[in-house]
């Protein structure tokens, strides 16, 4: 009777054990794994990331459709916008202009 009482212990512990094993598997996975915490927290720095980068983009293309308008028919109403972008644009000068210059580019 004992040996029956200690056969059915050892088989209640070993349930036992294998139920915790696998507990801590799922737990283990829950963190770790490629869809649990911690990716989830690197897929959300991502995404700020890049929702940083988008609106960058956008003011960047806002910036270039504006001036792309300013080519278009308007471009002689605006004149010296289109001077201004061009010399900017080509690095070039005027003799009577007046440079100043920053540590931004590096002179040729």
Same mark, same amino acid.
């Given at each position: 009777m004992t040996q029956r009482r200690n056969g059915r212990l050892l088989r209640q512990l070993g349930l036992l054990v294998l139920c915790l094993s696998a507990?801590?598997?799922?737990? /283990?996975?829950?963190?770790? @794994?490629p869809h649990g915490l911690i990716a989830n927290e690197l897929l959300r720095?991502?995404?700020v990331d890049l929702?940083?980068?988008?609106?960058?983009?956008?003011?960047?293309?806002?910036?270039l459709e504006r001036d792309a308008d300013l080519l278009g028919p308007k471009a002689s109403t605006h004149s010296d916008l289109l001077d201004e972008q061009a010399r900017t644009l080509l690095d070039l000068a005027r003799p009577a202009d007046i440079v100043?210059? /920053? @540590? @931004?580019k590096a002179a040729r």
């Open positions: 507990i801590a598997y799922v737990a /283990s996975e829950a963190v770790r @794994g720095a991502k995404i929702n940083r980068d988008l609106t960058a983009l956008k003011r960047e293309r806002a910036r100043i210059v /920053s @540590g @931004g």
